[in-house]
């Protein structure tokens, strides 16, 4: 990697992007990460107490957005279109049923109902300019609730991270290892963390929380 | 293991996050098409490897996924200082 940036400065041409609805509301039938795992049967036979709850939320509309912090167009017109300010390092924002994680410091991770997604990613792209991105990933991850009087030591066998009320105050998200894999952690609330995780992932995360969370015993919701 | 501090996330994460990336501060020829054999071969090849303080790239893989920069000390493998890309070390000796 240089140090050495040289960088051309050119008169954009409007560039037309073909958006589509990815999260269709009728038409094909979408099967989320952990369709295989039939968690409403699991949920229905398993235990309804216990320590830790699991609970995948699917469907969801998932967007990546980038874009420079110094790029006030980007900046003002992001918070115009999700409702709330995009966050500084490792914190999220929320507005209604609109999320937002920090990931990197030029990318978000926005989360919404998935038949939400697709016109947010057109009033981000109206609302936004300038060097910026809008992506779908809908497809890709998947969200698991991970709650309960237990659900930190859950957490504490599944990652290197210190998840301490010291360290981790509600609102804050990290991207770190999990498992063998990775994770998106965020505190949702006291005894609430919600998981984004990969897609390809998705089973071998499901199987690990189901063993980790054993001892506590497990309820799975749907 | 290394606790590393990332300059991007502000905060210190464990060495497993991360991946060395070898030495910093290595400008590509502006010019390739006419730079020499020499020049190339040293961009492409050749490294410091030195006993001491040690400027190297790593990567955040497993957090905020950008690269910066580390002042390490290759004896004592001290991390004298973390920073990013474009700025400049202020540990040289």
């Known amino acids: 990697m240089s140090d050495a940036i040289v960088e051309k400065t050119e008169v954009a041409a409007p560039v037309l992007i073909q958006v589509m609805n990815q999260v269709p509301a009728a038409g094909p039938r979408g099967e989320s990460p952990l369709h295989h795992a039939d968690l409403a049967s699991v949920a229905r036979q398993g235990n309804q107490q216990g320590g830790v709850t699991l609970q995948e939320v699917a469907f969801l509309g998932h967007l990546v957005i980038r874009g420079s912090i110094e790029n006030s167009d980007f900046m003002s017109g992001a918070e115009k279109a999700l409702g709330v300010a995009l966050p500084g390092p490792l914190q999220s924002g929320q507005q209604g049923d609109v999320s937002v994680r920090w990931i990197a410091p030029d990318e978000w991770l926005v989360i919404v109902p998935g038949a939400e997604a697709f016109a947010m990613e057109r009033a981000l792209r109206d609302a936004m300019s300038g060097h910026v991105a809008v992506v779908n990933v809908s497809g890709g991850q998947t969200v698991i609730n991970l709650s309960g009087a237990n659900a930190r030591e859950v957490l504490m066998k599944s990652t290197g991270y210190d998840v301490h009320d010291n360290n981790f105050p509600v609102g804050k998200v990290v991207t770190t290892t999990f498992a063998k894999s990775q994770a998106v952690i965020r505190r949702t609330g006291e005894q609430s963390w919600e998981l984004v995780i990969r897609r390809s992932f998705a089973d071998y995360l499901w199987l690990w929380l189901q063993d980790a969370s054993k001892e506590f015993g497990l309820v799975v919701r749907t | ?93």
């Open chain 2, 1 to 93: 293991m290394f606790d590393i501090y990332c300059p991007h996330c502000q905060e210190h994460r464990e060495e497993e996050e991360f991946h060395a990336s070898g030495e910093a501060h290595i400008a590509r020829p502006l010019d390739p098409d006419n730079c020499t054999d020499k020049e190339w071969a040293e961009y492409i090849y050749f490294r410091k490897n030195p006993r001491g303080i040690h400027h190297e790239l790593w990567v955040h893989a497993a957090g905020c996924r950008k690269f910066f920069n580390i002042t390490r000390d290759t004896q004592t493998y001290e991390i004298k200082e973390t920073y990013k890309v474009g700025q400049q070390p202020t540990v040289t000796e």
